[in-house]
């Protein structure tokens, strides 16, 4: 459990001839990408940092472990070549037993810029499988066993997942097939609305769940996958968690009422934990930002971790930091400057958030939660605060996995 992992050596697609199967990009050095942060304990304290993590089942709920180009401004050519490069050799090195790896098919652009399109989503999900199949480090995570069974071993599950259920358009049977696929979780919508419900970046806040959503809930209760509301706007989070016969989470946002960046309000996670649910904290790109910490980094995070766990209780509180391996807020650059032809619409929330003095240093990514093999943090930090090893091994992975025990 949490124990240093095997590695068999194997790189992303070994089993074809770079150059010639596919084209070839120089990728970036991953955990090795910045200087790596690892908060400093004492000796006492380290003893006391192996032994929960030997002891606990440590789960990420939200990454993206893949390599991404050391040039973000490939990024978009190797996005519509549909291959991605799953990041072996560094997941090794983190300590996790089962990562929630939710692809990244709003940048699915195999046959078109908008992404999500279904066949490009099947595409994604069958070439990544094809490769995980080639190597012994890491398994396709699909049941309670198959976490267990990777904690025991030294491997990582890897549990597919997607954060929006766009690609299925107005077919519920598409659920199964994902599901016969081996995906286990789903959001609702992305950031913008679909035929579920509200998107979070939308300017109307008050779109909730739709009909055809609440019909998707109730399939996805069916047949055991985890509903995400990660991307709804709040009233979609809500209503989602009412209608569903089993508990959900939100795999990756802050509390809004002290962070800006990806936040629900304090209403969703209330009712979140009214119905045995679980929030999974986020912090991509530039990470959650608050008056207390204006730059983002593990300070800022966990300071909210802690407004959760106050709020929620210890029990409905986990991780899904949302990183990557490669230069997250340089992939913003470029995507988000992609010509899409979006007007910025009257009267569409802005929210800048607190302003760091001129003098504070901001390194330019997520100190010390800069990619998943930094997860580590989030344990090191509770004991050198004063968190019992129960309630350690609760946020680490423990919530995660009573949640999937209720659901899958």
Same mark, same amino acid.
């Given at each position: ?8 050596? /194997? ?33 006492? =304290? ?16 939200? @990454? ?5 180009? $050391?040039?973000?401004? @490939?990024?978009? =050519? ?57 190597? #012994? ?11 267990? @069974? ?15 259920? *766009?690609?299925? $358009? &107005? =077919? ?21 609305? &679909? ?15 739709? &009909? ?56 969703? +996670?209330? #009712? +979140? ?23 983002? &980094? ?8 802690? /407004?959760?766990?106050? +709020? ?5 509180? !986990?991780?899904? %930091?949302?990183? +990557? /391996?490669?230069?997250?807020? !340089?992939?913003? *650059?470029?995507?988000?400057?992609? %010509? ?6 009257? !009267? ?42 129960? $309630? ?17």
């Amino acid at each position: 459990m949490g124990k240093k992992k095997v590695y068999d050596g /194997y790189k992303a697609f070994d089993y074809l001839e770079a150059g010639f199967d596919y084209k070839e990009f120089e990728l970036c050095k991953g955990a090795a990408r910045v200087p790596s942060y690892i908060i400093p304990l004492s000796k006492d =304290e380290e003893d006391r940092f192996e032994e929960v993590i030997e002891r606990s089942t440590v789960i990420s709920l939200h @990454e993206h472990p893949v390599l991404w180009p $050391e040039d973000m401004g @490939e990024s978009m =050519e190797m996005k519509n070549l549909g291959r991605d490069f799953a990041a072996y050799e560094d997941l090794s090195i983190s300590r996790l037993d089962c990562v929630f790896d939710h692809l990244m098919d709003g940048m699915a652009y195999v046959t078109s810029y908008a992404g999500w399109k279904w066949g490009d989503v099947i595409h994604d999900i069958g070439i990544r499988l094809c490769d995980l199949s080639q190597q #012994t480090s890491i398994i396709h995570g699909r049941t309670l066993d198959d976490i267990s @069974e990777a904690t025991e071993e030294g491997k990582i599950a890897l549990v597919i997942c997607l954060e929006s259920a *766009t690609p299925i $358009e &107005n =077919e519920l049977d598409r659920i199964d097939v994902l599901y016969g696929l081996g995906v286990r979780s789903m959001g609702i919508c992305y950031s913008e609305s &679909n035929l579920l419900g509200g998107g979070m970046g939308e300017s109307n806040k008050e779109d909730g769940l739709t &009909n055809f959503g609440y019909d998707a809930v109730k399939r996805m209760n069916k047949v055991g996958m985890l509903i995400d509301v990660g991307h709804t706007n709040d009233r979609t989070a809500i209503e989602t968690v009412e209608a569903s016969d089993k508990p959900i989470y939100d795999s990756h946002s802050g509390p809004g009422a002290i962070a800006w960046g990806h936040t629900k309000g304090d209403e969703v +996670l209330h #009712t +979140l934990t009214e119905n045995e649910g679980l929030l999974g904290v986020g912090g991509a790109g530039r990470g959650l930002r608050t008056e207390k910490n204006p730059i983002g &980094n593990i300070e800022s995070y966990m300071e909210c971790v802690e /407004y959760c766990i106050d +709020l929620m209780g210890i029990d409905h509180v !986990g991780c899904g %930091p949302d990183t +990557l /391996y490669g230069d997250h807020p !340089g992939l913003y *650059t470029y995507w988000f400057s992609r %010509p899409l032809g979006h007007h910025r619409r009257p !009267g569409q929330e802005q929210r800048t958030g607190p302003q760091a003095s001129p003098d504070a240093e901001d390194p330019g990514y997520v100190k010390g939660l800069e990619n998943p093999s930094e997860f580590i943090n989030v344990a090191r930090w509770m004991i050198k605060h004063g968190y019992s090893d129960e $309630e350690t091994s609760k946020v680490i992975g423990g919530n995660a996995l009573n949640l999937l025990e209720k659901v899958w």
